[in-house]
């Protein structure tokens, strides 16, 4: 059964620290691995991943994804409080684009 | 640009009843459709998926079905509601062109919230 597993669930934090989110994942013929946030409604999208070793950033997010562990790492340095949010980690396997998704990592970032 | 739409936003409805749930696509054609539920506090679950009209493929024997009258339309439907039918449904969409850019990327509808009691 394909499957995403994402650690921790829930994480609280100060303004100012560096997070690491988990991601790891057990499909069948895996294409790629997204990141995405979910504040209050719709995720909106971080990162696709299809190479391992290769580290994709934007601002303080960057995450890498190693395909031989099968795993991948969300990390945001000097979070703010605009970073409380779900993150989504989600795997594409087979045909259609079809996505596989994790329990998400609720984070809470504290003044 | 491309948008995406679902309504209702919100809904409460008795054990039993109907459901029909739109999704709608503008600003692209032949997209790959999909619908998801999210339970509280969990992560999303695959439902039903549509790579063209008249075309659903459904994930998870459930208490739904689901429809693609036009391309650019999906509809998600129940003829009698369950208690376990409660949750976020989001609608999401791909360009469905293998190899392009943003091949991957799913958008995300703004959900409806279903509260069945």
């Known amino acids: 059964e394909d499957k995403v597993v994402q650690s921790p669930l829930s994480l609280v934090v100060h303004e100012g620290d560096t997070v690491t989110l988990n991601c790891s994942y057990e499909?069948?013929?895996?294409?790629?691995l997204l990141w995405y946030k979910q504040e209050k409604k719709a995720p909106t999208f971080l990162f696709m991943l299809?190479?391992?070793?290769i580290e994709k950033k934007s601002g303080r997010l960057s995450s890498i994804l190693d395909k031989k562990e099968l795993f991948s790492i969300l990390n945001i340095t000097a979070t703010q409080t605009g970073d409380s949010a779900i993150y989504l980690c989600a795997v594409e396997f087979g045909g259609a684009q079809k996505l596989v998704f994790g329990q998400g990592t609720r984070l809470t970032i504290n003044p | 640009s491309q948008t995406i739409h679902q309504w209702p936003a919100t809904l409460v409805q008795p054990v039993g009843s109907p459901l029909s749930l739109e999704c709608t696509v503008e600003g692209t054609s032949n997209p790959n459709l999909y619908w998801y539920r999210q339970a509280a506090g969990r992560g999303l679950q695959l439902l039903f998926y549509?790579?063209?009209?008249?075309?659903i493929s459904s994930e998870v024997p459930q208490n739904l079905s689901a429809s693609r009258p036009q391309d650019r339309q999906f509809i998600l439907s129940s003829k009698k509601l369950l208690l376990s039918d409660s949750g976020f449904y989001l609608c999401?969409?791909?360009?469905?062109?293998?190899?392009?850019?943003?091949?991957?990327?799913?958008?995300f509808g703004p959900g409806t919230r279903l509260t069945v009691l």
């Open positions: 999401a969409w791909t360009k469905g062109l293998a190899g392009g850019p943003g091949y991957n990327e799913q958008f």
């Open positions: 549509s790579v063209g009209i008249g075309q």
């Open positions: 299809t190479s391992s070793g």
């Open positions: 499909v069948t013929n895996f294409r790629s």
